[in-house]
């Protein structure tokens, strides 16, 4: 599509761009094959593109609760292709007398899709399509993303520690599958932000404190040298946030809590930028953010609806506010049509330099 791609990685891009995860085609080899034909060069780290039953983010992963003894349905009961948030997102709650001390949540099977995936990554690698010092990003879900999308409120709280040990697992399974100094783990924090913006809370006395103490320590299960990632999600049903950023401000307090209690190196964080968002208030909080040198900042201020004038609009604005970022959606492509995909990524391409 481009002819600026080439195998070898070209310099450095003033603005790397970041994929947060999902990508709406038939199959991993077709995510790898179309950003090697474009993108690839300007990442430091390629996702897989969470195809198939992943594009729905959580949903599909009902079916584990639905297979439990543990867990019934309440209200949806998980049904194959129930995967569409639109079609009634399934949930389950505990079993009358059921001690939650001794549940233990099945496996997700990230580690089996990363496995698999990785061959492919490895694969374009040896044959030059892919930068060979590109990292394979992988996207999980936080345990309160998780249960909060797929259990029921009434067994939040019960099964909040059994998701913290099932993704504690999930995250040894992903590093069993993919060599530490090539892999890139990425935390997708969607609802911890809907607490900081008051529109969920947790049964605790500072559900602000809570949110930041899981983070904080999702991101030390994670060792060196693998690299470590946020996206500090604000949703995207439909396209639309489940609640709109009056600004940056939320998010750089979460960022700077982060760079203070995680005790390795975090390598970057992504953060949402609405369309209609190139004014001067929404990026002001970014003077206030105190990240490390090895942190990278992302801004997800591409748009497929105002293309490269209005992504250049927003960059314009952000660059009176912080000095280095890279660039990105706001969050992933996995509910897009699929032909729009080429054009949105050709957006990423001409506004990295």
Same mark, same amino acid.
């Given at each position: ?48 593109? %969470?195809?198939? +039953? ?9 079916? +584990? ?15 194959? !292709?129930?995967?569409?948030?639109? #079609? ?14 001794? +549940? ?6 990230? !580690? ?17 399509? #892919? ?8 996207? #999980? ?9 797929? +259990? ?39 609802? %911890? ?67 203070? !209690? ?33 942190? !990278?900042?992302?801004?997800? #201020? ?5 293309? %490269? ?20 959606? %706001? ?23």
């Amino acid at each position: 599509m481009h002819d600026l791609f080439s195998k070898d990685r070209p310099a450095p891009a003033r603005h790397p761009v970041h994929l947060v995860g999902t990508v709406p085609l038939g199959s991993t080899d077709a995510v790898f094959d179309l950003l090697a034909q474009t993108i690839a060069p300007l990442m430091p780290r390629i996702p897989d593109g %969470e195809t198939g +039953v992943r594009s729905y983010w959580v949903s599909s992963q009902a079916r +584990v609760l639905h297979e439990s003894p543990l867990f019934e349905p309440d209200g949806h009961d998980w049904a194959p !292709g129930r995967e569409m948030p639109e #079609l009634g997102a399934p949930k389950y709650r505990l079993k009358a007398g059921v001690d939650p001390a001794t +549940v233990e949540i099945g496996s997700f099977g990230y !580690g089996a899709f990363a496995q698999e995936s990785y061959a492919s990554f490895r694969a374009m690698k040896a044959e030059g399509r #892919l930068p060979a010092d590109a990292r394979f990003q992988v996207g #999980l879900p936080t345990p309160l993303g998780f249960y909060t999308a797929i +259990v029921a409120p009434v067994s939040q709280a019960d099964v909040a520690h059994a998701f913290e040990a099932r993704m504690a697992q999930e995250l040894k399974d992903v590093m069993a599958a993919v060599p530490a100094d090539e892999l890139a783990i990425q935390w997708d924090c969607c609802l %911890e932000i809907f607490v900081w913006e008051g529109i969920r809370t947790l049964p605790v006395d500072d559900d602000r404190q809570e949110v930041i103490a899981s983070m904080v320590r999702l991101g030390n299960l994670v060792p060196e040298p693998v690299q470590l990632g946020y996206h500090l999600c604000y949703g995207d049903f439909r396209h639309k946030h489940g609640v709109e950023p009056k600004d940056t401000a939320n998010m750089v307090t979460i960022a700077n809590a982060l760079t203070q !209690g995680v005790a390795r190196a975090i390598d970057w964080i992504h953060m949402p930028v609405p369309r209609e968002r190139n004014d001067d208030a929404y990026f002001a909080p970014l003077r206030d953010l105190a990240l490390r040198p090895e942190t !990278g900042l992302f801004l997800g #201020l591409v748009h497929y609806t105002d293309g %490269e004038e209005g992504t250049r609009r927003r960059m314009a604005t952000a660059e009176r506010f912080v000095a280095s970022y890279g660039i990105a959606t %706001e969050c992933g492509l996995g509910r897009r049509d699929p032909t729009t995909i080429p054009d949105l990524l050709k957006i990423h391409a001409c506004c990295a330099d």
